[in-house]
Nanobody, 117 residues
Framework: QVQLVESGGGLVQPGGSLRLSCAVSGSSFSIYTMGWYRQAPGKQRELVAA???????TYADSVKGRFIISRDNGKNMVFLQMNRLKPEDTAVYYC???????????WGQGTQVTVSS
């Protein structure tokens, strides 16, 4: 059974930084994409950043230049370094992985990020 466990969320002031981590366990498949999505109250879930095939990266326009996605293949973990945080970054952040073999998507339980003074 595939499990994704996020950590690192919390309350931070505008301009601050947080680092989210996601540990993937129970997967016997090759991972095609690892990424982060977020969902703010009353809004649809949106892509924040993704790593495809370990090398190609995608960022939402709203986080380009501020967020960095990275991966530790040996530990099956993905990270999201979030810098210069803004109140509009407030959301529940979800980790996502996609199987290379089946293209099935798996999700974590989410971690709350709140940017407020």
């Amino acid at each position: 059974q595939v499990q994704l466990v996020e950590s690192g969320g919390g309350l931070v002031q505008p301009g601050g930084s947080l680092r989210l981590s996601c540990a993937v366990s129970g997967s016997s498949f090759s991972i095609y994409t690892m990424g982060w999505y977020r969902q703010a109250p009353g809004k649809q879930r949106e892509l924040v950043a993704a790593l495809t095939s370990g090398t190609s990266t995608t960022y939402a326009d709203s986080v380009k230049g501020r967020f960095i996605i990275s991966r530790d293949n040996g530990k099956n973990m993905v990270f999201l370094q979030m810098n210069r945080l803004k109140p509009e970054d407030t959301a529940v952040y979800y980790c996502n992985v996609v199987s290379r073999q089946t293209m099935a998507a798996y999700w974590g339980q989410g971690t709350q990020v709140t940017v407020s003074s």
